[in-house]
């Protein structure tokens, strides 16, 4: 079965600086796409960045990239330049086929002022 | 605003009993899913609909059951609810595709809130 392990829990940065939170998860497939979701406290899933598994190419969306590392079944959120608002829990997700998405544990991360 | 909406956003209820959450796709989309997440949990998988058809169970109690209506409104039934079902749930919905091939990511309503007191 499809795991997804994000191994941090919290994370903490402070405001205008960058912070990476890791995600792996285990497969057998060969096809398939990998998910950030933003849970802010008002607890809407929030949709932050996705990657096809077949692109080699690192998703970017404006100050939220990814590092995508097929082979070691990795795949971190870069959060560039992080703002107040970026306080949330981050959900790291697989999905293939006819699977359904698998979450993470999620991460909660801090920004401090 | 994802285009899904649930209703209720809150309900509150007692042991025992028997509630109904309801999920409106966005326009278009055939599948919809279900999920729980309990405090400071992620999400648990519970069921899929495609086009009116289950396509997916995930971890579902037997007290828990869904359906998807011909206008592709879905409803998650829970019965003999105890204090352990109190959660958030989600719907989430997919762009309209095959849903063996549907990749796309899942668009999320604002959840329902239950408590069981």
């Known amino acids: 079965a499809q795991t997804v392990t994000q191994s941090q829990p919290e994370m903490s940065v402070q405001e205008a600086e960058t912070v990476t939170l890791s995600c792996t998860y285990d497969t057998s497939e060969s096809d398939y796409y990998l998910f950030w979701y933003k849970q802010p406290p008002s607890r809407q899933m929030i949709l932050v960045i996705r990657?096809?598994?077949?692109?080699?190419q690192n998703a970017t969306e404006n100050r939220f990239s990814v590092n995508f590392q097929k082979a070691a079944k990795s795949f971190s959120l870069k959060i560039s330049d992080s703002q107040l608002g970026d306080a949330a829990m981050y959900f790291c997700?697989?999905?293939?086929?006819?699977?359904?998405?698998?979450f993470g544990a999620g991460t909660r991360l801090t920004v401090k002022p | 605003d994802s285009g899904v909406t649930q209703t209720p956003k809150h309900l509150i209820t007692a042991t025992g009993q028997r509630v109904t959450l309801r999920c409106s796709p966005r326009?278009?989309?055939?599948?919809v899913y279900w999920y729980q997440q309990s405090l400071d949990q992620g999400l648990q998988f519970l069921i899929q609909y495609y086009n009116g058809e289950e396509r997916a169970k995930g971890n579902i109690l037997e007290r828990f059951s869904a359906q998807q209506f011909p206008d592709l409104h879905s409803e998650l039934n829970l019965s003999s609810l105890e204090l352990g079902d109190s959660a958030l749930y989600f719907c989430a919905s997919s762009p309209k595709g095959s849903a063996y091939l549907s990749y796309n990511e899942q668009f999320f309503g604002p959840g329902t809130r239950l408590t069981v007191l």
């Open positions: 990657q096809e598994a077949y692109k080699q």
């Open positions: 326009s278009g989309d055939l599948s």
């Open positions: 997700a697989y999905r293939s086929g006819s699977d359904d998405m698998r």
